[in-house]
């Protein structure tokens, strides 16, 4: 009776995924700078991240179920986030299309820069419903858990740079960065938690 | 907290897979209690004890008692 893959199939495939995904973009970028490709670059580029994105959500599905890690849960999760990633795209694309032609002011300038926003919040709002959904308790605890880590490492690179900045020793980072640096140290606790299980 | 879910798991020729189905847990979860990475929670335990026909206290002891 074995209880632990050694070696969860699509394991090697998931990275392979993530390792073609950066070879991919950085080509894409390149190209888009040197060609000076402008729009049809960063259409490019969308779509390369996009395609990526779907295969490496479904292989990383397909190695937490050989691993014992899936719930439906997670399954609905992950549906939520594509989604919102969607939104987020069309949203930011909106807005800098709005912000360069149509030049709006007032409350309208004020909704334009709001839309990049409702793609992240929906993200937020999908990470709070995985972590109330969740039955497993034991998964449930794992969620909290990297939550917390990714909180710990937005407050303290938070605090550090905002504290470097006000000196004049760093470059000033826009807040929106605040979701971004939370999902990498969520994601620096799973992959921690992985490497220990 | 002690448990010996493992040895009652064999006893049944279960695997984890079987056990967390069983549960209605995820596989990861019978292998983070039966190695004592997590301890579950009390209405968890007593699934468990109510699907193995035991009591708590005969699969669950305190690290304090060994």
Same mark, same amino acid.
């Given at each position: !009776? &074995? ?12 990275? =392979?995924?993530?390792?073609?995904? $950066? ?6 970028? @390149?190209?888009? &700078?040197? +060609? ?28 937490? &179920?050989? @691993?014992?890690? $899936? ?9 939520? !986030? ?6 987020? *795209? ?11 032609? =149509? ?6 300038? $004020? ?6 926003? *409702?793609? *992240? ?8 419903? +995985?972590?109330?959904?969740? @039955? ?7 969620? *909290? ?11 303290? =690179? ?23 640096? $939370? ?15 | ?8 798991? #064999? ?8 056990? #967390?189905?069983?549960?209605? %847990?995820?596989?990861?979860? %019978?292998? #983070? ?11 968890? #335990? ?21």
């Amino acid at each position: !009776m &074995i209880d632990t893959a050694a070696s969860p199939p699509g394991k090697r495939n998931f990275g =392979l995924l993530i390792l073609a995904e $950066f070879v991919a973009i950085g080509l894409a970028a @390149t190209a888009s &700078i040197m +060609l000076d490709l402008g729009w049809l670059g960063a259409v490019m580029i969308v779509v390369l991240v996009a395609g990526f994105t779907l295969l490496i959500v479904r292989a990383g599905e397909q190695r937490a &179920i050989s @691993t014992g890690n $899936f719930s439906p849960v997670m399954r609905r999760y992950n549906r939520r !986030m594509l989604v919102a990633g969607a939104v987020y *795209v069309v949203g930011l694309f909106g807005a800098i299309w709005a912000h360069d032609l =149509l030049r709006p002011t007032g409350a309208v300038a $004020f909704l334009f820069a709001f839309a990049p926003s *409702v793609g *992240v919040l929906l993200m937020v709002w999908a990470m709070a419903r +995985l972590v109330t959904e969740e @039955t497993d308790e034991y998964l449930r605890y794992r969620y *909290v858990r990297s939550s917390l880590f990714g909180l710990a490492t937005l407050l303290t =690179l938070g605090t550090v740079w905002g504290f470097f900045e006000q000196f004049d020793l760093v470059p000033h980072v826009p807040s929106w960065a605040a979701v971004p640096v $939370f999902a990498i140290g969520l994601g620096i606790a799973n992959c921690t938690r992985r490497g220990r299980s | 907290m002690n448990n010996r879910l493992k040895v009652l798991r #064999a006893e049944r020729d279960w695997s984890q897979g079987d056990l #967390a189905e069983r549960l209605a %847990v995820s596989r990861q979860s %019978v292998n #983070a209690i039966e190695t004592g990475k997590y301890d579950p929670s009390l209405p968890l #335990a007593f699934r468990i004890a109510e699907l193995f026909e035991l009591p708590i206290e005969a699969i669950f002891t305190s690290p304090s008692k060994g």
